[in-house]
């Protein structure tokens, strides 16, 4: 539907708040909380029209709704390129070409790798496509037509839509926070792993794994220390006190810090400070060296 612009623009933009200009719901523009952006996907500009008048007194945890406007697919393709903040997108099927809008939502995932941003198609005729093929092979969250579409049901869908998008996008930034932890974590553990002897005993005090530093300090290789008994670099009798202090703590699942004595392959001693650490079905040995008898290592 074509129409002069001069005539209908006035009617599908948001019109702006002005700085501390208080709202109808009693707070000022500026400690509003944001509101959730919801793009209309249509090239009738009488849709855009209704739908957002519709929608005006929507609110959803505390935050209204703006509406972000496309007419064709490709234009709705670069809103979204350009706004990835979008929660909801109704998406008309037929604009530019019968199915305009089936390609939007493929593109939306598979181009754009936007999987937050909840799709609702909305077709004005019934029975151009068959529906449930359209649910099962798009990655869609709802489909109307757009007769059936009423303000009662359009408020329910948006509602529900911004409420799957709220929970997606919160599960999200935990992943993105945890992720920011496990790299920090990592490059602990790479700093460490490039100054610090570790190795890990299984459940039955054996070398389940050791770093690169370990293998070096001892000379010995990590196959033939995988599996070994400890005793290959201190034999025994152990230090009566370290031992009972270490299996005490260690059995009341705490951790055990002391220096050790060890020696290495060729016969020279070399002394440790250690942190054992027991772990899920074994004990995770962390140590630095302190001294060698010939030479530092």
């Given at each position: 539907?074509?129409?002069?612009?001069?005539?209908?623009?006035?009617?599908?933009?948001?019109?702006?708040?002005?700085?501390?200009?208080?709202?109808?719901?009693?707070?000022?523009?500026?400690?509003?909380?944001?509101?959730?952006?919801?793009?209309?996907?249509?090239?009738?500009?009488?849709?855009?029209?209704?739908?957002?008048?519709?929608?005006?007194?929507?609110?959803?945890?505390?935050?209204?709704?703006?509406?972000?406007?496309?007419?064709?697919?490709?234009?709705?393709?670069?809103?979204?390129?350009?706004?990835?903040?979008?929660?909801?997108?109704?998406?008309?099927?037929i604009m530019e070409t019968s199915d305009a809008?089936?390609?939007?939502?493929?593109?939306?995932?598979?181009?754009?790798?936007?999987?937050?941003?909840?799709?609702?198609?909305?077709?004005?005729?019934?029975?151009?496509?068959?529906?449930?093929?359209?649910?099962?092979?798009?990655?869609?969250?709802?489909?109307?037509?757009?007769?059936?579409?009423?303000?009662?049901?359009?408020?329910?869908?948006?509602?529900?839509?911004l409420r799957a998008y709220a929970g997606l996008?919160?599960?999200?930034?935990?992943?993105?926070?945890?992720?920011?932890?496990?790299?920090?974590?990592?490059?602990?553990?790479?700093?460490?792993?490039?100054?610090?002897?570790?190795?890990?005993?299984?459940?039955?005090?054996?070398?389940?794994?050791?770093?690169?530093?370990?293998?070096?300090?001892?000379?010995?290789?990590?196959?033939?220390?995988?599996?070994?008994?400890?005793?290959?670099?201190?034999?025994?009798?152990?230090?009566?006190?370290?031992?009972?202090?270490?299996?005490?703590?260690?059995?009341?699942?705490?951790?055990?810090?002391?220096?050790?004595?060890?020696?290495?392959?060729?016969?020279?001693?070399?002394?440790?400070?250690?942190?054992?650490?027991?772990?899920?079905?074994?004990?995770?040995?962390?140590?630095?060296?302190?001294?060698?008898?010939?030479?530092?290592?």
């Amino acid at each position: 539907m074509n129409q002069n612009d001069d005539d209908t623009d006035w009617m599908i933009e948001d019109e702006a708040q002005p700085a501390g200009e208080a709202r109808p719901d009693g707070a000022s523009a500026a400690s509003a909380p944001p509101p959730w952006r919801v793009l209309i996907v249509d090239d009738d500009v009488d849709v855009h029209v209704v739908t957002k008048f519709s929608l005006s007194n929507a609110c959803f945890q505390g935050r209204r709704l703006s509406f972000l406007h496309a007419y064709s697919g490709e234009e709705a393709l670069n809103v979204l390129r350009n706004t990835p903040d979008i929660a909801l997108v109704l998406l008309d099927v037929i604009m530019e070409t019968s199915d305009a809008g089936l390609h939007v939502a493929r593109q939306i995932r598979d181009t754009l790798h936007n999987n937050l941003v909840r799709i609702v198609l909305r077709t004005g005729q019934p029975g151009q496509a068959l529906e449930h093929s359209i649910i099962l092979d798009y990655d869609i969250n709802d489909f109307w037509c757009k007769t059936d579409l009423t303000t009662r049901k359009l408020f329910t869908t948006v509602i529900s839509s911004l409420r799957a998008y709220a929970g997606l996008e919160e599960a999200y930034q935990h992943t993105v926070a945890l992720q920011s932890e496990l790299d920090a974590a990592r490059k602990l553990l790479a700093a460490v792993d490039q100054h610090a002897v570790i190795a890990t005993l299984d459940a039955h005090g054996r070398f389940a794994a050791v770093n690169d530093k370990f293998c070096t300090v001892f000379q010995f290789s990590r196959e033939e220390l995988l599996e070994a008994d400890p005793r290959l670099l201190h034999a025994p009798p152990y230090p009566a006190d370290q031992l009972v202090d270490a299996l005490k703590a260690l059995n009341e699942g705490e951790a055990w810090t002391d220096v050790i004595t060890t020696w290495r392959r060729d016969g020279q001693e070399v002394r440790l400070r250690i942190t054992a650490t027991p772990d899920d079905g074994g004990t995770i040995i962390v140590g630095s060296v302190l001294q060698a008898l010939k030479k530092p290592l």
